[in-house]
């Protein structure tokens, strides 16, 4: 019986000198691929939407249309530093204070309310 002959892979011994870091970039590789590939299409897009919702919200006048995160459509009273005052009724000239965080979308003025 004759015995198999032994590889250098199989053996443990790296070859022509391709050492263990020589591993480490074939198992790191996919990673670093599947990081930027996520980078690319999940952080960058958030990033640009996180950096319009601020100048929007920079933007904020007094007779502004607005639709807060809860869905309330409203006018802008006010706005302080961190607050916005918004006025919901005119006939009964019902008020609240939310975070300027909250405000989710500024309707255009020319645009229609949809009801």
């Known amino acids: 019986m004759q015995a198999a002959p032994v590889s250098s892979e199989a053996a443990g011994t790296t070859g022509q000198g391709g050492g263990p870091s020589t591993n480490l970039i074939n198992i790191l ?60 009724d005119d006939d009964k000239d019902v008020k609240i204070t939310v975070n300027v965080g909250s405000i989710a979308q500024v309707i255009p003025k020319g645009e229609k309310e949809s009801e």
């Not at 990081?35 to 690319?40: L, Q, S, T, V, W």
């Not at 299409?41 to 607005?66: E, G, T, Y």
């Open 29 to 88: 590789f996919p990673f670093i691929i599947i990081f930027a590939i996520m980078y690319i299409f999940l952080i960058m897009p958030q990033k640009r939407k996180d950096k319009q919702h601020r100048a929007m919200l920079s933007q904020l006048n007094k007779n502004d249309r607005v639709v807060t995160a809860g869905g309330i459509h409203a006018f802008v009273m006010s706005v302080k530093e961190g607050t916005v005052v918004l006025k919901i």
